[in-house]
């Protein structure tokens, strides 16, 4: 039986974040046609056979905190990542099970991980990249009011410049776009890339009708302690809410995630927002099939391709910016990409006059339906 190894320092189960679902379920479903996958994840050693979770090892190990991890991108001139996951036990857990020679193939998520990798790796080694690091550091560093934030995601940004430019030649990259792709090889033009785009869940049930008149109920899903989140949250909060909660009468916002920030807690709290903190899988379909459509309010681009696809397989309109252009593709009416209150007020109205039927809805899942992880899986599968 072939053994791929997977290297996943940031991986919690059950997975909510995007990086982790990618990983999880790439891991369940590449573990077929006798494939047996090992995953060390942030505190356990997982293993999968036949698409099953067959065995959990705990570990002594844990990841470092945000502040802890950003102080020491700045005293060590590193990326925010690798002190963020790779600590000295997990390290040492990694060095390992690459020791084994047991491995055909080592799959690596995140830049960072990959600079365990030996020079005289025999192995092939992919790694997902997960987002345009250069892009999504920059991004930060301009969005962020706090100085220090600004010096970690340079020298982020700096840090994985450098190792790719060393580096790259030893591996092949995996990116969720061709965007993302475009991105790297703007900064490091002959690196060996392929895309792999991430993946949803596509339910087995139709979605139901939202009848006419049907008040508006919006769904924000996603980790709530990440940055980019906190700020799509807030931007939400001050440029659409007060346009959107005068216009439409009784409509309501639940917020989904893991692990809220205070700023999260008072935000929803002050707005009459509903929170759903940590909620299980069936918790989260649950409140998906009391929305009417989900909110994609992000202030910058950055990574949201997942909430995208969520939305889109539970037969849900998407309410996004534009800077969510680079899916535009993806999306179709009822849904809206606009930078306008005002737009959004007006589509909205419709879509609670109109209602949206069965067959519509259908629609908006078969737009996700090619991106399911089963057909994702098969593409990391090849790439092995």
């Given at each position: ?156 940004s700096n840090w994985t410049r450098e190792f790719l430019e060393r580096s790259h030649s030893r591996f092949l990259f995996v990116h969720v776009t061709n965007a993302d792709l475009v991105g790297f090889h703007q900064v490091v033009p002959d690196m060996n890339s392929v895309v792999q785009p991430i993946g949803t869940d596509i339910p ?90 989900a909110i994609l309010p992000f202030p910058y681009a950055t990574g949201a391709k997942l909430k995208l696809l969520g939305a889109l397989a539970h037969g849900l309109p998407v309410f996004a910016t ?63």
């Open positions: 039986m072939m053994q791929v190894l997977i290297l996943a320092p940031h991986l919690l189960l059950p997975p909510r974040n995007g990086a982790d679902l990618l990983v999880e379920r790439n891991a369940r479903y590449i573990a077929t046609n006798s494939i047996r996958v090992t995953v060390l994840a942030a505190s356990e050693r997982l293993t999968y056979i036949e698409e099953e979770l067959v065995d959990r090892e705990r570990l002594s190990m844990t990841m470092r905190s945000r502040t802890w991890a950003g102080l020491r991108s700045i005293l060590f001139r590193s990326n925010f990542f690798r002190e963020k996951f790779l600590t000295r036990p997990w390290v040492a857990a990694a060095k390992r099970e690459l020791a084994s020679d047991r491995y055909s193939a080592i799959l690596c998520s995140y830049i960072v991980t990959a600079s365990l990798i030996g020079g005289d790796e025999p192995r092939p080694v992919a790694v997902w990249t997960h987002n345009d690091e250069f892009k999504w550091f920059g991004t930060l560093a301009e969005a962020s009011r706090n100085p220090l934030q600004k010096i970690v995601a340079r020298m982020s087995n049930e139709d979605p139901a009708v939202i009848s006419p008149g049907t008040p508006a109920t919006f769904i924000f899903v996603g980790s709530l302690g990440v940055t980019m989140n906190v700020d799509a949250l807030v931007h939400f909060a001050s440029t659409f809410w007060p346009t959107l909660n005068k216009s439409c009468m009784g409509c309501n916002v639940l917020v989904v995630g893991s692990r809220p920030s205070e700023r999260i807690r008072s935000l929803c709290e002050s707005n009459s927002w509903s929170l759903h903190a940590d909620v299980s899988d069936a918790e989260l379909e649950k409140l998906y099939q009391r929305a009417t459509c534009t800077a969510l252009c680079a899916q535009s593709d993806m999306m179709a009416e009822p849904c809206v990409m606009s930078d306008s209150p005002d737009e959004w007020v007006q589509a909205m109205s419709k879509l609670m006059a109109d209602g949206l039927s069965v067959e519509s809805r259908n629609a908006l899942v078969d737009r996700a339906r090619p991106y399911s992880w089963n057909n994702v899986a098969l593409m990391g599968y090849m790439n092995i």
